[in-house]
């Protein structure tokens, strides 16, 4: 579960998220939405523990993030946009790693698995630098997900994906909320979020604009009218404008 | 066409020059120019002005250059013998360009380069001009920097604007050369002249002009036979007739004349070298225009090994090229459960060269102990312990001063994947202390090695010494092994905490050819560092001493020196302890976002 009370995240005088409280609960799926500049990014990363919040509370599993960081992210997966991978370790060396961080015991009865999931079993042995963009996404995904996290933050996780590793990662993202896992996810593919997310949360200029499940988030931009899709509702919210 | 690319060249130097004189407005670029500026100030430009001192030359000295009087004594044939080695050299410097390339001609074009001019209508021609034109901005720079050192040896004679176009003269022939040679091979390789035939045939080349030449000189010219009193004029007078004897003077001619503005004493000797000079590198040009071949394929796969090797570098990577690289088994097996720390070692170690292995570490060892347990024991060549005792000495000296700037498999390197390992469930003393894991093992390992051989080189020379017993040289020299960890890891928390506490600082700083602001920001990392050593010491040795010298008159001096020892590694760990806990914390609140973003 994710519990957020007041979260406000500030760079100097700028506010990049203004006074955001939510809850997400096991089995949901929140898609986080906004334009450019929205103050996305920067959630997300509050939320993970990687930048801390100006002011306001987190709570990852119980665990307040600020004080029980340690507890906190030993509950949680951070799976940035751009996937960080250390260019000496080949696929396997990278799982056997992060086993190693998070101790996780026989670690490679979970990582084949995973290994196969993703299909990036054959490669391995092989460095990042011998994988394409969409198999260095993977791979940070199998990392991620190796703890078995029952929170998980998606930065953009289709980026660099072929279609039919973007059918797959939807699925999975489906099948880890149907086991009980909290997720929230953020991306402009706004027909992913439809097919995946239970709620939708709208950022604009740091602030929440709206958030519900989707039928109700759909409900109040819909202005009567039935049949009104996610883009836009996204585009009624938001004014057509950036930031 | 060339105007548009002369254009892209101007506006991108000029571009480059603004952007860092504007973010001279940031304190931490000012500074670093200042202290940039001060140093080229006091070393280079203070000078520059200056005439060299006229000093009364000795009556006997008449024969020799002015330049003497700068308190240099050259021979007076000093000038062609000059040139003949600076010829040699360059003749060597070429000898390379045609032996060593494996690959077809790129011409080192940057990724966004050929994104806009390989698609653009513009000519094979133009882009080798383009190329040709962006070279002689970095001739004319490295003839600027060349020209502040060469401008203070006096005894070259001409000035400073003489010096900076015999450089240009220098630095733009090697660079015309290189891309003919370059072209040359290519053109060699597509009529299927094989890469060693042509080195064979190069090599034997270059090898039968000069035995043809030493078999023409005169007897009385031949090289000279070694004198027992050392003397280096037979053999520069054997060099100089060597030189100037056909056929190797025919190899030899482009060079002499093209380094000839550069060595010219006064105007006049100056302006005659010009023209010949500048024949040789007009005919460069001719030679690498009309030699021009297919380039653009190898120019893009150059060009995307480079990215991938720069991205490698920014995100922190330091095994050399990414390209090419294979996975290889861990140092060691790592387990999935136990401390976590070991993991960064574990990772840490794969990252760089793999001949860090204890196997390795004590083959050293065996092969130091071998090797100088036999020297002592030969009078002949007993003499060499002094030596090498001070060898090791300087080494060590060196590695533990400086190795923290290269053994960087820590913080530094992971700094470009902070949001994933601040993600990882640690405390941030854990990841400091993880991190500094594998410099630590490298240089103390390094120093351990440096240690055994001081201390067996200098077992033999006071094995008579009634103080520094046996027994005593090995307390001494396992309570220097036992410190030097910590004393490493303290070395190493200062670029790392600077890493952390200015990470805007440090990715500036770890940008190449960043301008002298950078540069003065590394000489001021450098210089912190070394102040924060001295300053983390004073306690520690102060204690020690004090321990030593007490203990010494009272208990003897092994015991002195065993309890000291302690004393000064409890205070090291100490210091090393808050050290990590402090960084750690700092680790914890680093929010690298708000740090980048004000860089």
């Known amino acids: 579960m994710i519990e957020v009370e007041a979260l406000t995240k500030r760079y100097g005088n700028f506010t990049a998220v203004r006074d955001l409280s939510l809850i997400v609960r096991p089995g949901e799926v929140l898609g986080l939405v906004g334009p450019n500049g929205a103050g996305k990014t920067s959630t997300l990363r509050c939320l993970a ?21 340690v507890a906190a992210k030993r509950a949680l997966a951070f799976f ?48 990042p630098g011998a994988l394409s963009r969409g198999m260095k996404q993977k791979l940070a995904i199998a990392c991620g997900l190796l703890h078995a996290p029952s929170v998980m933050f998606f930065d953009e996780p289709l980026t660099g994906l072929d279609p039919l590793g973007i059918r797959r990662m939807k699925n999975s ?11 929230v996810l953020s991306s402009h593919l706004l027909h992913l979020l439809e097919e995946v997310c239970s709620h939708v949360l709208i950022l604009k200029k740091g602030e929440k604009i709206a958030h519900g499940t989707l039928a109700d988030v759909a409900a109040q931009f819909s202005q009567g009218e039935t049949g009104v899709n996610l883009e836009e509702v996204f585009i009624r919210a938001t004014g057509g404008s950036e930031g | 066409m060339l105007n548009a690319l002369l254009y892209l060249r101007l506006t991108s130097s000029k571009n480059w020059v603004r952007s860092r004189v ?55 044939d000093w000038l062609p013998l000059s040139t003949a080695i600076g010829a040699v050299m360059l003749l060597v410097f070429t000898l390379f360009s045609w032996l060593v390339p494996a690959r077809r001609a790129a011409l080192g074009f940057s990724e966004a380069e050929i994104a806009f001019l390989f698609p653009a209508p513009i000519k094979r021609r133009g882009l080798i001009h383009f190329k040709l034109v962006s070279s002689q901005f970095r001739s004319l720079f490295g003839a600027a920097i060349m020209m502040l050192f060469s401008h203070r040896w ?19 022939g090697l660079s015309l050369h290189f891309r003919g040679a370059n072209f040359t091979l290519t053109r060699l390789t597509d009529l299927g002249f094989g890469a060693w035939k042509r080195r064979v045939l190069i090599l034997a080349g270059v090898i039968s002009i000069i035995a043809i030449t030493l078999a023409q000189l005169p007897e009385a010219e031949r090289m000279p036979a070694a004198a027992d009193a050392f003397d280096a004029r037979p053999f520069s007078q054997w060099l100089l007739t060597l030189s100037n004897s056909a056929p190797m003077s025919w190899l030899l001619w482009p060079f002499k004349t093209v380094i000839g503005p550069f060595l010219a004493g006064d105007t006049r000797s100056f302006l005659l070298t010009l023209g010949p000079a500048l024949a040789v590198i007009v005919a460069h040009y001719l030679w690498v225009v009309r030699s021009a071949v297919a380039f653009e394929d190898s120019a893009i796969e150059h060009a995307e090994k480079r990215a991938a090797r720069m991205a490698a570098w920014e995100a922190g990577g330091t095994r050399g090229s990414v390209a090419g690289a294979k996975a290889r088994r861990g140092p060691f097996a790592l387990a999935s459960f136990g401390r976590p720390e070991f993991a960064f070692l574990w990772k840490n170690l794969l990252s760089t060269w793999p001949y860090f292995t204890v196997r390795i570490g004590l083959g050293g060892a065996v092969i130091i102990t071998a090797s100088l347990l036999w020297i002592g024991a030969h009078p002949t060549w007993r003499g060499l312990l002094p030596g090498i005792a001070a060898a090791a000495g300087i080494f060590a000296a060196y590695t533990l001063i400086v190795g923290p700037q290269f053994a960087r498999q820590d913080l530094r390197s992971d700094l470009g994947h902070a949001d994933i390992i601040k993600t990882y469930p640690l405390a941030g003393w854990q990841i400091i202390l993880g991190e500094l894991l594998t410099p630590t093992a490298i240089l103390s390992g390094i120093l351990w090695l440096a240690i055994l051989t001081g201390t067996l080189a200098v077992h033999p020379l006071v094995m008579e010494s009634e103080w520094l017993t046996g027994t005593l040289q090995i307390v001494i020299a396992l309570g220097l092994a036992a410190l030097i960890p910590l004393l490493v890891v303290l070395q190493l928390l200062v670029p790392n905490a600077a890493a952390l506490l200015f990470p805007g600082w440090f990715q500036t700083s770890r940008i190449r050819g960043g301008g002298p602001e950078v540069m003065g920001q590394r000489m001021i990392f450098f210089f912190a560092q070394l102040v924060t050593m ?46 990590i806990w402090l960084l750690g914390r700092r680790f914890e609140h680093l929010d690298l976002s708000t740090e980048l973003r004000a860089s």
Do not use: C
Not at chain 2, 164 to 171: K, T
Not at chain 2, 549 to 568: E, Y
């Open chain 1, 173 to 183: 993202i489906r099948k880890r909320a149907r086991e009980g896992a909290t997720i």
């Open chain 1, 80 to 127: 940035p946009d751009e996937p960080r991978l250390f260019e000496y370790l080949s696929v396997r060396q990278h799982l056997n790693f992060v086993a190693r961080i998070y101790g996780v015991r026989n670690h490679e009865e979970i990582a084949q698995p995973l290994l196969e999931e993703f299909e990036i079993a054959e490669k391995a042995d092989q460095l």
């Open chain 2, 534 to 579: 001295v300053l983390a010491l004073v306690p520690a040795v102060a204690l020690g001493s004090l321990l030593l010298f007490t203990l010494h008159v009272f208990i003897g001096p092994i015991i002195a020196v065993t309890a000291a020892t302690l004393v000064m590694a409890v205070v090291l760990a100490a210091e090393v302890g808050a050290g």
């Open chain 2, 22 to 76: 504007r973010r001279l407005r940031q304190p931490k670029y000012a500074l670093g120019a200042i202290v940039a500026f001060a140093y080229f100030y006091f070393f280079f430009f203070r000078n520059l002005g200056r005439t060299p001192g006229t000093r009364s030359l000795p009556p006997d000295a008449s024969p020799l250059m002015d330049a003497a009087a700068a308190g240099v004594t050259l021979p007076t």
């Open chain 1, 49 to 69: 523990g990687i930048i801390p919040a100006t002011s306001g509370a987190i709570r990852i599993a119980g665990y307040d993030i600020s004080t029980d960081a």
């Open chain 2, 154 to 172: 006096t005894f070259l004679g001409g000035n400073a604007l003489t010096h900076a176009i015999g450089w240009w003269f220098i630095f733009s």
